[in-house]
């Protein structure tokens, strides 16, 4: 099993940027596919970015494609998503999601593991 810690939201401006991280711990993380989730007041979650067991490439949802940069350090057991020209609508609480696999994944269903959650406010 695998146990997953987000960190690093907060509260900017529009314009601004943040750095969220998701530490891993219980088994190794280098084993398992990676997705970053949002979910705004009063909207369902959804899917923002996927990162693969394989080689570590990444596939974003549009509305953040060019914003915002995911990666994976397995040697540090972590995952980080870097977002930059934030926007009110980014507003959410971001939750970092793993499983076995070496492909993409885009379903919340398909993940196992999920972190708590980080709170991230954006003010216009």
């Known amino acids: 099993q695998v146990q997953l810690v987000e960190s690093g939201g907060g509260l900017v401006q529009a314009g601004g940027s943040l750095r969220l991280s998701c530490a891993a711990s219980?088994?190794?993380?280098?084993?398992?596919?990676a997705g970053w989730f949002r979910q705004a007041p009063g909207k369902e979650r959804e899917f923002v970015a996927a990162?693969?067991?394989?080689?570590?490439?990444?596939y974003y949802a549009e509305s953040v494609k060019g914003r915002f940069v995911a990666s994976r350090d397995n040697a540090k057991n972590t995952v980080n998503l870097q977002m930059n020209s934030l926007k009110p609508v980014d507003t959410a609480v971001y939750y970092c999601?793993?499983?076995?696999?070496?492909?993409?994944?885009?379903?919340?269903?398909?993940?196992?593991?999920w972190g708590q959650g980080t709170q991230v406010t954006v003010s216009s």
């Open positions: 999601a793993a499983r076995i696999g070496g492909g993409y994944y885009f379903r919340q269903d398909e993940y196992d593991y």
């Open positions: 219980g088994r190794t993380f280098s084993n398992y596919a």
């Open positions: 990162i693969t067991w394989s080689d570590g490439t990444v």
